[in-house]
């Protein structure tokens, strides 16, 4: 049940997350607040990721996912190029790819310093 979940979560996620980029925008009150948005979005595919990754999901979501993190914010960049009152902009791309890869690295520091523990009490 949680597999099937996380599959169906992991849809809707990319599927909102390209509806949101390509949507025509209205024009921009404040410049550069999207910077935040595009973090945003794509910490919680990070963190999505992270989840199909512990509970065990295989495969047939698991590997579109990935690709969709991994080449996505560049294809999506390009493509709000004929979205209305949208425009390509790299600074998006990293934060997009600094959004998923910061969860996924702070997992994986918190999970080494966990099989590594440093045993204090002998250098005392």
């Given amino acids: ?18 509806y949101f980029y390509l949507k025509p925008g209205a ?17 919680f595919g990070g963190l999505l990721f992270l989840l199909c990754s512990k509970i065990g999901v295989k495969g047939f979501i ?10 996505g914010p ?3 960049e390009f493509l709000q190029i004929l979205s209305p009152y ?3 902009d790299a600074i998006d791309i990293v934060f997009n790819y600094f ?8 997992f994986l520091f918190i999970r080494r310093l966990q099989i590594f523990p440093e045993d204090r009490s002998s250098k005392s």
């Fill in 27 to 43: 024009p921009r009150f404040v410049v550069g607040s999207d910077k935040f948005l595009h973090f945003v979005g794509f910490f």
């Fill in 86 to 88: 949208r425009h390509f």
């Fill in 1 to 18: 049940m949680k597999r099937l979940l996380l599959m169906l979560l992991s849809i809707m996620y990319m599927v909102a997350t390209v």
């Fill in 99 to 106: 959004g998923w890869m910061i969860p996924v690295l702070i």
């Fill in 74 to 76: 560049i294809v999506l």
């Fill in 62 to 71: 698991k590997i579109p996912f990935i690709l969709f993190l991994v080449i």
